[in-house]
């Protein structure tokens, strides 16, 4: 996708409204349980393992969270059946290839709310094909949609970023930090957010921690797992919030989920830790 295409995106020009959406009865506050989730559903030829029978396996596991935000979603079976259990109203899977990639972006929103309008984009860089971590393969992205809680609104995001630690990799990946940063500040503007990813970004990276500072500042983002002082903060899964309009959020509790997701073996069902927020929110005046 061309970046011109991306600056109408951001205006509003490919925005979808939900005509007919059932409205819901007016609530002034709530909580919101958040999973944040890349379930490793690379060909089995690369991750050498049934990457069918995991999805089939942790499909039954994803019923337990109002929101959840998948990354590396990638094959039309296995898609069907990771969400084949569950009662989400909103399923939102970004499957649109590009031209001269191989996959789409691996990513899909689960939501107990409607859809009020949504948007998806591809990055306009990435690096490598056969070198690095190989991310042109995929149609990498963002996804974002805006729901109803019954009467406010919340946009909820979902990405990717691109992976490898290489020159061109940081570089690919801070472009596509300021492409999410532009729908953030136009789109989302003034708006309450919740934001599921694999960020590929740690704490701990000299490379990295600058873009989570300036998502931090100018996304006007709260990492779940900062906000209640966890314990592992140099995860490159997270769940970001922020406050917006007349919605506070503030986290409440923040887990890694991995003991809930492993396979009968007690190993582990994806190579990414299922990360969980629990997000209360408020009307203010």
Same mark, same amino acid.
């Given at each position: 996708?061309r970046?011109?295409?991306?600056?109408?995106?951001?205006?509003?020009c490919?925005?979808?409204?939900t005509?007919?959406?059932?409205?819901?009865?007016?609530?002034s506050?709530?909580?919101?349980?958040?999973?944040?989730?890349?379930?490793?559903g690379?060909?089995?030829?690369?991750?050498?393992d049934?990457?069918?029978g995991?999805?089939?396996?942790?499909?039954?596991?994803?019923?337990a969270?109002?929101?959840?935000?998948?990354?590396?979603?990638?094959?039309? @079976?296995?898609? =069907?059946? !990771?969400?084949?259990?569950?009662?989400?109203e909103?399923r939102?899977?970004?499957?649109? %290839? #590009?031209?001269?990639?191989f996959?789409?972006?691996?990513?899909?929103?689960?939501?107990?709310?409607?859809?009020?309008?949504?948007?998806?984009?591809?990055? @306009?860089?990435? =690096?490598? !094909?056969?070198?690095?971590?190989?991310?042109?393969?995929?149609s990498?992205g963002?996804? %974002? #949609?805006r729901?109803?809680?019954?009467?406010?609104?919340?946009?909820?995001?979902?990405?990717?970023f691109?992976?490898?630690?290489g020159?061109?990799?940081?570089?690919?990946?801070?472009?596509?930090?300021?492409?999410?940063l532009?729908?953030l500040?136009e789109?989302?503007?003034?708006e309450a957010?919740?934001f599921?990813?694999d960020?590929n970004?740690?704490?701990?990276?000299?490379?990295d921690?600058?873009?989570?500072?300036?998502?931090?500042d100018?996304?006007?983002?709260?990492?779940?797992?900062?906000a209640?002082?966890?314990?592992e903060?140099?995860?490159?899964?997270?769940?970001?919030?922020?406050s917006g309009?007349?919605v506070e959020?503030d986290a409440?509790?923040?887990?890694?989920?991995?003991?809930?997701?492993?396979?009968?073996?007690?190993?582990d069902?994806?190579?990414h830790?299922p990360i969980?927020?629990?997000?209360?929110w408020?009307?203010?005046?």
């Open positions: 996708m970046s011109a295409w991306l600056v109408m995106l951001l205006m509003g490919e925005a979808k409204h005509d007919g959406a059932e409205s819901i009865e007016m609530v506050e709530g909580e919101l349980t958040v999973l944040s989730y890349n379930v490793h690379l060909p089995e030829a690369i991750t050498g049934d990457t069918s995991r999805m089939l396996d942790i499909a039954p596991r994803l019923a969270w109002d929101i959840l935000g998948l990354q590396e979603d990638w094959d039309p @079976s296995n898609h =069907s059946n !990771l969400i084949a259990q569950v009662d989400h909103t939102l899977w970004f499957d649109e %290839v #590009l031209d001269d990639r996959y789409g972006s691996g990513l899909s929103i689960l939501a107990r709310y409607p859809v009020v309008e949504q948007m998806q984009v591809h990055y @306009s860089t990435c =690096s490598g !094909l056969t070198d690095g971590a190989s991310d042109c393969l995929a990498k963002f996804q %974002v #949609l729901i109803d809680l019954g009467g406010p609104t919340v946009d909820v995001y979902n990405t990717h691109e992976a490898g630690g020159t061109e990799d940081n570089a690919a990946r801070a472009v596509q930090v300021s492409e999410v532009s729908a500040q789109w989302s503007a003034g957010v919740v599921t990813g960020f970004l740690r704490w701990s990276d000299p490379e921690a600058p873009l989570l500072e300036q998502l931090a100018e996304g006007g983002l709260v990492d779940s797992c900062e209640v002082d966890c314990e903060t140099d995860h490159i899964d997270r769940v970001f919030y922020r309009g007349n959020i409440i509790s923040w887990s890694n989920r991995s003991g809930e997701f492993l396979d009968s073996n007690g190993i069902l994806s190579d830790p969980s927020a629990t997000l209360a408020q009307l203010v005046e």
